[in-house]
């Protein structure tokens, strides 16, 4: 079993380590010292910042946060520091996500906070320089991770997503058991992979790869093309859905293949139009999504995910990419998941 595949495996157990964490004293105390610092300090406005990975999850949890009330925005790492740093001039919370905890962007705008800022780090290596520097370190606990993000995307989502539901009054038995629910249909997955030659049949050989979304599985989607690029080489982009339909659509035609993200919530119709709208116009969409439908159409290929909630299928929806990627890989005779002209954590700017 290559390394990639061992980490992808490694999922479940590191979601139960989340569930147990953070529903344990020691997780407690570090939700609790957050809710109480944003009263105290009469915090104005919380941002989400991070790279890579990190940055396409800070889009979907400041959604989830916009949802239940609390005000938030995100902002990439690096143009913070260098185009938007006057933000941080009022009472802020600012959370930042670095699975590494050692990104040199994040890393960079730790030494330069205000005595305005209240930071937080979301973090899964203990030992990092965010997690030492925060002035609250939210544990990810998923283990050591030497590959393309996989485990280390799903429970910083799951982190984050508790955050949100913690500072709402919305961390109760309901999500818990949502989240028990989660773990084992990621353990689900992996008892069958006879799907994966129906997707591999589907695609041939997989050229560039457009992969859309809407709402909160935008991170996904985002994620998905950092894996495609980072674990095969192949040229993937994440694009919004209402993106794709301002200009991007020209480029459908015989050939485009594309991966869509399509959950039950505000955009479900406008994302289900646009799957067949590309295979209309000769694309091929593999069409990721929590309702059942029959589609009569040979360039739609329907992926069903057993997940209601818009937010956890955003979490979930990620694996079918995770295994079909290294499966292409082997297909194609060459691991998955390795990098060869950078590193796992990036430090230089």
Known sequence: MNKFLKEILEQPKAIEN??????????????????????????????????????????????????????????????????????LNKPTMLVCLSQSGESFEIKEILKRLPSTVFSVGIVNDEKSALAKKADVALLCKGGKEEMTSTKTYVVTSLVSFILGWYLSGDWNTDKIKMLNRLQENFELFFHSDNWLKDILEFFGEVGAIQIIARGPAFSTASQSALMFKEATHIAATGILGGEFRHGPMEVVT????????????????????????????????????????????????????DESNEFLFSIQSIIPVQLFIDAYAKAKNFEAGSFSRGAKVTAIE
């Not at 009469?42 to 009330?69: C, D, K, P, R, V």
């Not at 902002?75 to 006057?86: A, G, P, Q, R």
């Not at 406008?270 to 029959?294: C, H, P, Y």
């Open 254 to 305: 015989k050939g485009f293949q594309s991966i869509l993200f399509a959950a039950k919530g505000k955009t479900l119709k406008q994302s289900l139009r646009m799957a067949e709208d590309i295979a209309n116009f000769g694309g091929k969409v593999w069409l990721i999504t929590n309702v059942q439908i029959d589609w009569n159409n040979k360039n739609i290929l329907p992926f069903f995910i």
């Open 18 to 87: 989340v569930i147990n964490f953070y529903t344990n004293v020691e997780g407690l105390e570090l939700l609790k010292k957050i809710k109480t610092t944003i009263s105290e300090k009469h915090i104005e406005q919380i941002i989400f910042t991070g790279m890579g990975s990190s940055y396409f999850i800070s889009h979907a949890t400041s959604g989830l946060f916009n949802s239940l009330e609390i005000y938030s925005i995100y902002i990439n790492t690096s143009e913070l520091l260098h185009y938007n740093y006057s933000l």
